[in-house]
């Protein structure tokens, strides 16, 4: 049985692919946070994104576990088990499945930007701390967003979180690294093909080997948590 409370990162994304830049600053949030690990919720689909031009769930979650190899990052596609697609909702179904856990959102400042216009974005903010990662080209919005006028008022520093013993809700986090310039955009205006290569003809078995891992993972989470 665990003696403390897992301090667990949340970045939710289209993954559409994955790329360096996720887990880049996924390792660097993670140390400054002081975490145990992070999920990366591949999402059925971002509310606010188009359908157009989002590669099957599969593919994007396949190349999640690629850039997470050898790191404590664990990829999941665990929204779709879990029938949600707004972070409000998964987040509520999370905190009650993982009661023991600490968790903490992660994203980059493009989406504290337009984070206003999220499903109960407010309660999102109540129901875990907020980590924000400096993005190049969105800081500026992201700082004078609706959502920032409101949550400036609960940001605490990055110690805050490491001492698990003070971790609360809501918090904002501000986090600035070196600025990593790469985005799943890019990536798809260079190489539009890139999900069929990554399937192939279809899930290979070693595919849906780790399809069976996710969910087994995340029962046996679930046990610990209720043990
Ligand atoms: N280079 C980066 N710097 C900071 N945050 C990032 C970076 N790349 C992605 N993120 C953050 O990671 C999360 C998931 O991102 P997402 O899967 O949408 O990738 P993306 O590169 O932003 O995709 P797209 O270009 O299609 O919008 C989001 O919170 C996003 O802000
Ligand atoms: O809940 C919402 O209203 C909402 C609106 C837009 C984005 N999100 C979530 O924000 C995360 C980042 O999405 P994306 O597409 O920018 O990678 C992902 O987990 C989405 O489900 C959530």
Excluded at 81 to 96: E, F, I, M
Excluded at 112 to 123: G, I
Excluded at 200 to 218: H, N
């Amino acid at each position: 049985m665990r003696s403390r409370p897992q301090l667990t990162g949340l970045l939710g994304g289209s993954f559409n692919p994955a790329h360096g830049g996720h887990r880049r600053i996924t390792l660097f949030a993670m140390d400054a946070l002081g975490l145990d690990e992070t999920w990366w919720l591949v999402s059925p689909g971002n509310p606010l994104k188009p359908q157009a031009g989002m590669a099957p769930l599969a593919a994007r979650l396949k190349s999640a576990r690629n850039q997470a190899r050898r790191a404590p990052i664990v990829p999941t596609a665990i929204e779709q088990r879990l029938g949600t697609r707004y972070t409000v909702d998964t987040l509520a179904k999370l905190t009650r499945r993982y009661p023991k856990r600490r968790f903490i959102w992660l994203m980059g400042s493009d989406n504290l930007a337009q984070l206003h216009r999220w499903k109960d974005w407010r309660r999102i903010a109540r129901t875990m701390p907020i980590a924000v990662i400096a993005r190049p080209g969105y800081d500026a919005d992201a700082m004078t967003s609706p959502a920032m006028a409101w949550l400036r008022r609960y940001r605490v520093p990055a110690a805050s979180i490491r001492k698990r013993g003070q971790w609360s809700a809501p918090a904002l986090v501000l986090l600035r690294f070196d600025p990593d310039y790469r985005s799943a955009t890019a990536i798809r205006r260079a190489h539009a093909g890139w999900a069929d290569a990554l399937l192939g003809k279809g899930l290979d078995s070693q595919e849906r080997g780790a399809k069976v891992r996710d969910r087994l993972t995340f029962r046996k989470l679930r046990q610990e948590d209720k043990a």
